[in-house]
């Protein structure tokens, strides 16, 4: 039961914050096991690439086939990793996506930090299961959200709308067909 209080809170953090969701995607479970990012209006589509095998440098594409997706870790700094040997995160260049490595100072660069907040972090039916839909993916500390409209150019990342379309996406678990 979500007290008024909570949801009153939760309302005053997303008013100041900026954040367009309502909710953290639910990450307990898939630390290891990985999501699947689909754009939540482009059915049987996912983040990937145009080509595989990913390798640093490639664009981050928003309507790839299965075979084109890698599995996608999320991690509480937020960033979002790759289950590859070196893993390659998403990042930020110019305003648009990549796969880069990850930082070997120890400090994860600004341009990999991302705030992710979703609409819904449960399924349907109603069960919880990890992840969300309607999640808008913001790059850290501005009001800048990944749009999922580009169909094989590297995703790019804009000024947030709060009723746009283009920026959402539904994090599945890795294992499950999200389309
Ligand atoms: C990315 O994920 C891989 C595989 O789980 C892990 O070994 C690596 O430490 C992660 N890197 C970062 C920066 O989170
Ligand atoms: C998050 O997902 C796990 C299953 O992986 C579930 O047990 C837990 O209840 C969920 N938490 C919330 C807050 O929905």
């Known amino acids: 039961m979500v007290s008024l209080f909570t949801i009153v809170s939760v309302a005053l953090t997303l008013t100041t914050s900026g954040v367009f969701g309502q909710c953290p995607p639910n990450l307990t479970g898939i630390a290891t096991s990985g999501v699947s990012i689909q754009p939540s209006l482009s059915e049987g589509f996912l983040w990937g690439s145009e080509t595989t095998p990913i390798v ?19 991690t509480p700094d937020p960033v979002i990793n790759t289950t590859f040997t070196i893993s390659l995160l998403v990042t930020n260049i110019g305003n648009q996506l990549f796969y880069q490595p ?78």
């Open 56 to 74: 640093a440098g490639l664009a981050v594409t928003g309507q790839s086939s299965r075979g084109n997706s890698p599995t996608f870790i999320i």
């Open 102 to 179: 990850a930082s070997t100072t120890g400090t994860t660069p600004a341009n990999q930090l991302w705030d992710i907040s979703c609409l819904t972090c449960a399924t349907p039916e109603g069960q919880a299961i990890p992840g969300g839909s309607f999640c808008s993916v913001q790059a850290h500390g501005t009001d800048n959200c990944v749009q999922n409209d580009d169909p094989t150019e590297p995703l790019p990342v804009t000024t947030c709308i709060a009723d746009g379309v283009s920026q959402f996406v539904d994090i599945n678990p890795g294992d499950e067909v999200g389309f």
